[in-house]
Structures are given as structure tokens and as C-alpha cells.
């Protein structure tokens, strides 16, 4: 196999971290990685496969060369740079929403639809990081019947708003420690000792766009346009993993052992029986490392014939973002 050559744009993001670190642990083959980023960060070097590797001002010029780019970075500039890396030959593996809707982009978790990846005109969308956490405790389920109809809660680590979202935690819990006045920046009202039912701006349907996410992008993954999906997105004070309580109906008749079954030999997912005594996860639990850990399935009361209920966790970090975009490259190249 020949060695690859890869960019990850936005290198310096939570995200763009963790990609380094989860191509690293891979031992993705590559010859050369270029870390690309904005003017302040240009010179700076970061250890990679025991080398050091000097951070870049992100051009236009950036991508000759490449066989992918993985992208860490904001719609704007996703948008902005996505037509020279297009043009250079290579394939953008974008982590933001900017494609995701698209209709000839792919959006792709490998464990689930990955030929779609291959249908790829030069961009392939990496999902929302809940939406990815909640379809991979449903794939094995998806298996045996076809989805109709989800409601979801997700409770939100504070590193899904980045590096800034955990600084603002740390922040909080220093001055609530030093008696200091909290004052939000990142989140709308204090993230410490709160819960904040909003995640992205409202809609004229009274949803977040985020909350919109999990039925646009889940009926796209799923091939199930005619899925219903009605979901809550509330901002916890938790500093990375994701948790999302999950009621859903099946075209046909699951019962609980089915889908107990089904989940636990679903790849990617950890069905828990016992954690300390536990039948159920916590953020703690699933931090990173890279599946997704379901628990508390049940019968879902409201229609216990089709319906089912259950808990999941998941590293929003690593397989919410950044181990499912490298995940998609390892599908196009090894």
C-alpha cells in the first residue's frame, strides 16, 4: 500500500487535535501530514510519529499534492477553501455542516452507510456529532427493521462548542471556587450548575438548528426520508461525551432481546449490561475512547408494540467528530 499524503485543516480546534492524535494511534500510513491554520498559529510545531511537524498558514495553495484534507474549521471557511482542495485533486473529509445537506455530498458514518463514501464528487460531510452518537446505538436495530419515528434529548458536553466551550467550564468552576462573578461568554447563561435547552439558533418552527440535525442528516445516513424525528438539545455542564435518551418505533415488531442482541454485535457499539453495577453509561465512562455505549433498553410505553427506549453515550470529540472523519479516509484509501 503507498503512502498518503494529508492535510488536517484547522489543526489547532479540539477537533483538529483529536484528528492528529486518532491518525497517530491508527497508524494511518501516511508520507506527509500538513497542519494547516491561521496566521497565528503559523510556526508553531506539534509532535506527530515522534517528529515535529511546523504548523502552516492555510492558502489557496495549501493542498497541491494531497490525496485528502481533513476539515476542523468553521461553514465560512470550509466553504471558502473547499474549491482549491476540490481542484487540487484531493477529497475534503469536512467536519462542519457547510455540505452536509447537499444533495451530491456524501454524509457518512462508516459503520453504517459507507457506499455512500464512494459516490463522492471531491467532498464527503462528516454528520453531527449526536447524530452520529444516536444512529450508532440504532445501526444494529436498523438492521432489523426500518426506523419510523425517533424523539431524542441530548445532553451536550460543553466540548462540543471546541476549545472554548471547556475553557468557559474550567473558567466558571475557578470563579465559583474563588467567589468571583460568573459572566458567560461562550453559552447564552452560566454553563456551572446549569442546564440550557439551546443549542444553535431557533428556527421559525420553534426547533434549534441542531435539534433539526437529527431528522434532516438522520433520514439522509438512513435512507429513511420519511422518518420523524423530534428532539431537544440541552447544553450540560459536562466536559466532553455527549448523552442522548433516545425513544423510537420500527416499521416491524422488535422486542427488547432482539435489539439487546442486535446493538451488541453492532460494530462500533457496547451494549452495557453492568458498569459498577450500573446498566447504563455516563459521559465518564465513554471519554475518550471510540464506541458507543447504550444501555437502559426498553420497551417504549407510548407504543410498546413497535417502540423502544434507551441511553447512549459517546466521546462527542473522537467519534463524534474527529475518529469518524478519519474513519471515512481510511474507507476511500487503506
Not at 480546534?13 to 506527509?32: C, D, K, N, S
Not at 494547516?36 to 515522534?50: D, I
Amino acid at each position: 500500500m503507498r503512502k498518503l499524503k494529508a492535510a488536517i485543516l484547522g489543526c489547532t480546534g479540539a477537533v483538529g487535535q483529536q484528528m492528529i492524535r486518532v491518525l497517530e494511534e491508527r497508524g494511518f500510513p501516511l508520507a506527509e501530514l500538513r497542519l494547516l491554520a491561521s496566521s497565528r498559529s503559523a510556526g508553531s510545531k506539534v509532535l506527530f510519529n515522534g517528529s515535529e511537524i511546523t504548523i502552516e498558514e492555510t492558502t489557496d495553495q495549501s493542498f497541491k499534492g494531497l490525496d485528502f484534507v481533513l476539515g476542523a474549521v468553521s461553514n465560512p471557511l470550509a466553504k471558502a477553501y473547499s474549491k482549491s482542495i476540490v481542484d487540487s485533486g484531493a477529497v475534503f473529509i469536512d467536519n462542519s455542516s457547510a455540505f452536509r445537506m447537499e444533495a451530491d455530498v456524501p454524509l457518512v458514518i462508516p459503520e453504517i452507510n459507507p457506499e455512500d463514501a464512494k459516490l463522492n464528487h471531491g467532498i464527503i460531510a462528516n454528520p453531527n456529532c449526536s447524530t452520529i452518537i444516536a444512529l450508532m446505538a440504532l445501526s444494529g436495530i436498523c438492521r432489523l427493521s426500518p426506523i419510523q419515528s425517533i424523539v431524542a434529548s441530548t445532553y451536550q458536553a460543553v466540548s462540543g462548542a471546541g476549545k472554548e466551550g471547556m475553557e468557559e467550564l474550567e473558567s466558571q468552576i475557578d470563579c465559583y471556587s474563588s467567589g468571583k462573578k460568573i459572566e458567560p461568554k461562550v453559552f447564552p447563561a452560566q454553563i456551572l450548575s446549569n442546564a440550557i435547552p439551546q443549542i444553535g439558533s431557533e428556527l421559525e418552527n420553534g426547533y434549534t438548528t441542531e435539534e433539526m440535525k437529527m431528522q434532516n442528516e438522520g433520514r439522509k445516513i438512513l435512507h429513511l426520508p420519511e422518518m420523524k424525528v423530534c428532539c431537544t438539545c440541552v447544553r450540560v455542564p459536562v466536559m466532553r461525551s455527549h448523552s442522548i435518551s433516545v425513544e423510537f418505533v420500527t416499521r416491524d415488531p422488535v422486542s427488547v432481546e432482539q435489539a439487546r442482541a442486535a446493538i451488541a454485535s453492532a460494530p462500533g457499539c457496547r451494549m452495557v449490561d453492568s458498569i459498577e453495577g450500573r446498566n447504563y453509561p455516563t459521559p465518564l465512562d465513554t471519554t475518550d475512547q471510540d464506541l458507543v455505549y447504550v444501555g437502559r433498553l426498553r420497551r417504549n410505553l407510548i407504543d410498546p408494540e413497535r417502540g423502544l427506549a434507551l441511553w447512549c453515550c459517546g466521546d462527542q470529540i473522537r467519534k463524534g467528530a474527529a475518529t469518524n472523519a478519519v474513519q471515512i479516509a481510511q474507507l476511500l484509501f487503506c
